[in-house]
C-alpha cells in the first residue's frame, strides 16, 4: 500500500488510573501512582514511539482528571482532541499490583464523560485527514450513543476511502458476547485490519482448532487482513497475499497491561510503512513483549531503537 501521511486517527475512552506502586494487597498501599489509560490512547502513544503520527478524539470531565488526560497526551505528541464534558466526571481505573504474579483493575466508567460519546464526536475532517482509523470493542460497550459512534464512523470512513482497524478487545464486564459478536459483525466486513484474540475469535463466531483457521475463518468475514493474537506464543496473521506466523519473544514479564495495545501498534505502524505481513507481525509481536518488561499502560512502550534491546545481552547501555 502507499503511505499516507495522514495521521492514525483514534477514537475512544480515556481514563485516570490510580496504581499501587508496589505488589501488595491495596488495603495495605500507603502510595499511589497517578496516570492514564485507555486503550485507543495506549495504541497512539504507541505509533508515535515507533515515529507513526496519530490522533486521538475522545471525551473527558470538565476537571482536573480531564486535564491530566490531555496533558499526558499532548506531551506524547498525539494530536489531541479532548471534548469537555461538564456533565459527566473522567472515568477512573483503580489498578492492583496485589502480588508479582497478580494484578487486578477496576473501573469506575458508568456515566463517565468518555461513554457520552456519540455520533456527532468525530468531525468529517478528521476522517478525512486520517490515514487509517482504528477503532476498538471497548468503546461501543459503553453505552448505546458510543455503539452508534462506532458504527458511525466506520460508515464514514468506509464513503471516504479511508481504511479502519479494528481490535475486538472483548470486556465481559460491559456486554455480553451476543451482543458484542452482533457488532463485530457489522464492523468487521469494512476493515482492513482486524486483531482478534483466539477467545474473541470464537466469540465472533470465527474459532476453529488452530488460530490460523481462525484468522482465515475472520478474513472470510470481509476483513482485508486477520491478525490473531496468542499472547507469548506469538500471533498469526491472514491475509490476500497468504498465512504468516511470528513466535513469541520471550521477556521478562513485569504486567501485561497494555500489551495488546502495543502489539497493534507496532502492526499499524509497519503496515502504513508499506511493509509486509511478516515484517509487521514480527515488530508487533517484539513492541508487544517490550511493553511487559515494565510497569503501566504505555509508559515503558518503545522506540525503534528500543526493541534491539530485546535480543541483547547486556542490560546496561554505556
Same mark, same amino acid.
Given at each position: 500500500?502507499?503511505?499516507?501521511?495522514?495521521?492514525?486517527?483514534?477514537?475512544?475512552? #480515556?481514563?485516570?488510573?490510580?496504581?499501587?506502586?508496589?505488589?501488595?494487597?491495596?488495603?495495605?498501599?500507603?502510595?499511589?501512582?497517578?496516570?492514564?489509560?485507555?486503550?485507543?490512547?495506549?495504541?497512539?502513544?504507541?505509533?508515535?514511539?515507533?515515529?507513526?503520527? &496519530?490522533?486521538?478524539?475522545?471525551?473527558?470531565?470538565?476537571?482536573?482528571?480531564?486535564?491530566?488526560?490531555?496533558?499526558?497526551?499532548?506531551?506524547?505528541?498525539?494530536?489531541?482532541? +479532548?471534548?469537555?464534558?461538564?456533565?459527566?466526571?473522567?472515568?477512573?481505573?483503580?489498578?492492583?499490583?496485589?502480588?508479582?504474579?497478580?494484578?487486578?483493575?477496576?473501573?469506575?466508567?458508568?456515566?463517565?464523560?468518555?461513554?457520552?460519546?456519540?455520533?456527532? =464526536?468525530?468531525?468529517?475532517?478528521?476522517?478525512?485527514? &486520517?490515514?487509517?482509523?482504528?477503532?476498538?470493542?471497548?468503546?461501543?460497550?459503553?453505552?448505546?450513543? &458510543?455503539?452508534?459512534? #462506532?458504527?458511525?464512523?466506520? !460508515?464514514?470512513?468506509?464513503?471516504?476511502?479511508?481504511?479502519?482497524?479494528? =481490535?475486538?478487545?472483548?470486556?465481559?464486564?460491559?456486554?455480553?458476547?451476543?451482543?458484542?459478536?452482533?457488532?463485530?459483525?457489522?464492523?468487521?466486513?469494512? +476493515?482492513?485490519?482486524?486483531?482478534?484474540?483466539? =477467545?474473541?475469535?470464537?466469540?465472533?463466531? +470465527?474459532?476453529?482448532?488452530?488460530?490460523?483457521?481462525? !484468522?482465515?475463518?475472520?478474513?472470510?468475514?470481509?476483513?482485508?487482513?486477520?491478525?490473531?493474537?496468542?499472547?507469548?506464543?506469538?500471533?498469526? &496473521?491472514?491475509?490476500?497475499?497468504?498465512?504468516?506466523?511470528?513466535?513469541?519473544?520471550?521477556?521478562?514479564?513485569?504486567?501485561?497491561?497494555?500489551?495488546?495495545?502495543?502489539?497493534?501498534?507496532?502492526?499499524?505502524?509497519?503496515?502504513?510503512?508499506?511493509?509486509?505481513?511478516?515484517? +509487521?507481525?514480527?515488530?508487533?509481536?517484539?513492541?508487544?513483549?517490550?511493553?511487559?518488561?515494565? =510497569?503501566?499502560?504505555?509508559?515503558?512502550?518503545?522506540?525503534?531503537?528500543?526493541?534491539?534491546?530485546?535480543?541483547?545481552?547486556?542490560?546496561?547501555?554505556?
Amino acid at each position: 500500500m502507499t503511505p499516507h501521511p495522514g495521521p492514525v486517527l483514534t477514537v475512544g475512552e #480515556t481514563m485516570v488510573l490510580v496504581g499501587s506502586t508496589r505488589p501488595e494487597p491495596l488495603q495495605h498501599s500507603t502510595q499511589m501512582s497517578l496516570g492514564m489509560g485507555g486503550a485507543e490512547s495506549n495504541v497512539a502513544i504507541g505509533l508515535r514511539r515507533l515515529g507513526t503520527p &496519530a490522533a486521538w478524539i475522545g471525551r473527558v470531565g470538565e476537571d482536573s482528571a480531564g486535564d491530566l488526560v490531555e496533558r499526558l497526551l499532548r506531551g506524547e505528541d498525539v494530536a489531541t482532541t +479532548c471534548l469537555r464534558d461538564g456533565g459527566a466526571p473522567t472515568g477512573l481505573m483503580l489498578k492492583e499490583r496485589r502480588s508479582t504474579m497478580e494484578t487486578r483493575i477496576w473501573y469506575y466508567r458508568a456515566g463517565s464523560a468518555g461513554s457520552r460519546l456519540a455520533p456527532g =464526536d468525530v468531525p468529517d475532517d478528521a476522517l478525512r485527514s &486520517a490515514s487509517m482509523v482504528h477503532l476498538t470493542g471497548i468503546t461501543p460497550a459503553l453505552s448505546p450513543s &458510543a455503539l452508534a459512534l #462506532t458504527l458511525d464512523v466506520v !460508515a464514514r470512513a468506509s464513503q471516504l476511502g479511508v481504511p479502519v482497524s479494528f =481490535d475486538l478487545n472483548y470486556r465481559s464486564s460491559l456486554w455480553t458476547a451476543q451482543a458484542a459478536r452482533d457488532l463485530y459483525l457489522q464492523v468487521v466486513p469494512r +476493515c482492513e485490519l482486524v486483531f482478534a484474540g483466539t =477467545d474473541e475469535a470464537e466469540i465472533l463466531g +470465527c474459532g476453529g482448532p488452530d488460530a490460523e483457521t481462525a !484468522a482465515r475463518r475472520i478474513r472470510d468475514l470481509g476483513a482485508g487482513t486477520a491478525v490473531v493474537k496468542r499472547g507469548p506464543q506469538g500471533a498469526v &496473521a491472514a491475509a490476500a497475499s497468504g498465512t504468516f506466523s511470528a513466535p513469541g519473544v520471550p521477556v521478562e514479564v513485569r504486567d501485561t497491561v497494555g500489551a495488546g495495545d502495543a502489539f497493534v501498534a507496532g502492526f499499524l505502524a509497519d503496515h502504513l510503512a508499506g511493509r509486509d505481513v511478516a515484517t +509487521c507481525l514480527a515488530t508487533a509481536t517484539a513492541v508487544g513483549a517490550y511493553a511487559c518488561t515494565g =510497569d503501566g499502560d504505555w509508559e515503558v512502550l518503545p522506540r525503534r531503537g528500543d526493541l534491539a534491546r530485546l535480543t541483547s545481552t547486556e542490560p546496561v547501555v554505556r
